[in-house]
């Protein structure tokens, strides 16, 4: 019997284990439940952002705010295509105070074009072009997430509400948050839009942003801090 040398045992068990790698289903995100301390518009309240599995590669991302002055809802069912996720449906509802307006969005990816029905105005119902790559606000979230922990560029193009925009976020080094009552080392990133900011900070190993912040003028108008996940 030909005697197999250890060197070639090693390439046939990575090539094995490539082949297995490879013949797992793309879906990478697992469901989960992140609470939130909310401030929106200076009020308190409570947030919540949940991961729910759809069938095959499907799955459906809901945040949720309540405050005392605000109730806000925004839905996104996605899926994961080659590997890359791309929106397919969202609802986003929003009651502040007693102004009511409801939006919802539809991505065909074999016409290429995403539309909006509801409160919006006629010029931004769309259709809008789209591109491979393209995700919608929630879908960034998790883009943001997964994309430091991976350390690749933080560059998307957004396609929501009837309109594209470029989104360039720029790591702003580190800081330490408090994350269900443990020290925590975050990355923070940061995009800046004329008068507009949006900060958002990243745990390792974390599948949400520990914190979310949205400034206007220099002010804080909706701050989200993560204090739990299951």
Partial sequence: MAMISRKHVVRIATTALLIATASLPAWAIKPFTADYDANYMGMLGKGQMKLVAGEGN???????I??????LTQSTEFEDHNGKWRPLSSKDSSLLLIKKVNRNASYDWDKGEARWTGDIKPDRAGPVKLKPGDLDGMLINLAIARDVAAGKPLHYRMVDDGRIKQLDYKIAGKETLTVDGKAQSATKVVFTDGNKENIVWVVD????????????DGKDEMDLTLTSLR
Avoid: C, Y
Avoid at 58 to 64: F, I
Avoid at 205 to 213: D, F, H, K, N, Q
């Fill in 58 to 64: 499907r799955g459906t991302v809901t945040l949720n």
């Fill in 205 to 216: 190993g974390l599948p949400v942003p520990a914190r979310i912040l949205q400034r206007r």
């Fill in 66 to 71: 309540r405050s005392n002055v605000a109730n």
